[in-house]
């Protein structure tokens, strides 16, 4: 058996896969990278060959003008590529439109690098997929038994209580998105509008066939003229409204607390919570866990006695 450790190292590019000569989601440039979705922190511009979904090069070019000089090699779900006899392929990981769980197979073992995942359902993106391994490697953002998140619908119907205009700082990227499309559903009274930086985003969603519902892209005078009415924008442009008092202030997040000053938490997340981690491990059946991203010492603990192997990835 291949060890982790002779197949998949830490490097300070990111996560190596020695035999494939490749990094998953590297935070510097590298020759091959293979990314999981287009986030910031997973996915940096101008890597010599991209291997990804369509979806995340689609965000990627948006939030990128410079990928144009990567040489990109999209996959579909599901579809196996080789590199290097190491073989290859995509499962949806719920996160985010084009958002994958990486499987690598090599030498009969399985190893499955998850990304950043959720289980929760999510209509504006592709549903999360079950994959069985060997060896599973995964974000522990949420493993914490204290985070329960709540259920997306009682978050946004939440929102019915209010009779005035609210500005939602969000994600630009994924959490904008599932928010619009949570108030296109259900809260068909309010008005939405979108910031710009935001609307960009909303278009490549729409270009893959997923519909955001009703929105339009801001316009202060309609916003100021209405009652009820929604505006959504990133979070440097939220932070612009932290004296204003004549709107509801809410901040999206996962988290407990707001970064940014508000009056209220919408607690939506596209990361799993610590029930989702724990379902996550027991589905995929693997038999060692490895944690990356965030503090995995509750699911290290949660594992110890399980008959699961656990350890962070060093
Ligand atoms: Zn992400
Ligand atoms: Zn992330």
């Given at each position: 058996?291949?060890?982790?450790?002779?197949?998949?190292?830490?490097?300070?590019?990111?996560?190596?896969?020695?035999?494939?000569?490749?990094?998953?989601?590297?935070?510097?440039?590298?020759?091959?990278?293979?990314?999981?979705?287009?986030?910031?922190?997973?996915?940096?511009?101008?890597?010599?060959?991209?291997?990804?979904?369509?979806?995340?090069?689609?965000?990627?070019?948006?939030?990128?003008?410079?990928?144009?000089?990567?040489?990109?090699?999209?996959?579909?779900?599901?579809?196996?590529?080789?590199?290097?006899?190491?073989?290859?392929?995509?499962?949806?990981a719920g996160h985010i439109?084009?958002?994958?769980?990486?499987?690598?197979?090599?030498?009969?073992?399985?190893?499955?690098?998850?990304?950043?995942?959720?289980?929760?359902?999510?209509?504006?993106?592709?549903?999360?997929?079950?994959?069985?391994?060997?060896?599973?490697?995964?974000?522990?953002?949420?493993?914490?038994?204290?985070?329960?998140?709540?259920?997306?619908?009682?978050?946004?119907?939440?929102?019915?209580?209010?009779?005035?205009?609210?500005?939602?700082?969000?994600?630009?990227?994924?959490?904008?998105?599932?928010?619009?499309?949570?108030?296109?559903?259900?809260?068909?009274?309010?008005?939405?509008?979108?910031?710009?930086?935001?609307?960009?985003?909303?278009?490549?969603?729409?270009?893959?066939?997923?519909?955001?519902?009703?929105?339009?892209?801001?316009?202060?005078?309609?916003?100021?003229?209405?009652?009820?009415?929604?505006?959504?924008?990133?979070?440097?442009?939220?932070?612009?409204?932290?004296?204003?008092?004549?709107?509801?202030?809410?901040?999206?997040?996962?988290?407990?607390?707001?970064?940014?000053?508000?009056?209220?938490?919408?607690?939506?997340?596209?990361?799993a919570d610590w029930n989702?981690?724990?379902?996550?491990?027991?589905?995929?059946?693997?038999?060692?866990?490895?944690?990356?991203?965030?503090?995995?010492?509750?699911?290290?603990h949660h594992l110890k006695?399980?008959?699961?192997?656990?350890?962070?990835?060093?």
């Amino acid at each position: 058996m291949v060890g982790v450790n002779n197949f998949i190292s830490l490097s300070k590019a990111g996560l190596y896969c020695i035999p494939g000569d490749f990094y998953l989601d590297p935070k510097r440039i590298v020759q091959t990278a293979v990314i999981s979705h287009a986030h910031g922190d997973h996915a940096v511009p101008n890597n010599v060959n991209v291997y990804c979904t369509k979806g995340t090069r689609e965000l990627m070019a948006m939030r990128y003008n410079a990928s144009a000089r990567s040489v990109f090699h999209l996959k579909e779900y599901r579809e196996a590529f080789d590199i290097r006899g190491v073989k290859i392929s995509f499962y949806p990981a719920g996160h985010i439109l084009g958002s994958a769980q990486i499987l690598l197979e090599y030498n009969s073992e399985r190893y499955l690098y998850t990304g950043d995942f959720k289980l929760q359902d999510d209509n504006s993106c592709e549903a999360f997929e079950f994959v069985e391994c060997d060896h599973l490697i995964t974000e522990t953002t949420f493993a914490d038994p204290t985070y329960d998140h709540p259920e997306p619908i009682a978050e946004i119907l939440s929102l019915n209580e209010f009779d005035q205009n609210v500005v939602i700082g969000a994600y630009a990227v994924g959490k904008a998105q599932r928010i619009t499309k949570l108030l296109a559903d259900h809260c068909p009274d309010k008005m939405v509008f979108v910031h710009n930086g935001v609307a960009a985003f909303h278009r490549v969603y729409e270009e893959h066939s997923r519909s955001l519902g009703e929105w339009m892209p801001y316009r202060r005078q309609e916003f100021l003229d209405s009652r009820n009415a929604v505006y959504i924008l990133p979070p440097a442009h939220f932070a612009r409204y932290s004296r204003n008092k004549t709107v509801l202030k809410i901040f999206a997040t996962g988290w407990k607390r707001s970064y940014y000053s508000c009056d209220r938490i919408l607690r939506i997340s596209d990361h799993a919570d610590w029930n989702d981690v724990l379902t996550l491990v027991r589905k995929t059946k693997t038999k060692q866990v490895y944690t990356v991203h965030g503090d995995g010492s509750h699911l290290i603990h949660h594992l110890k006695d399980s008959g699961i192997g656990i350890r962070k990835l060093a």
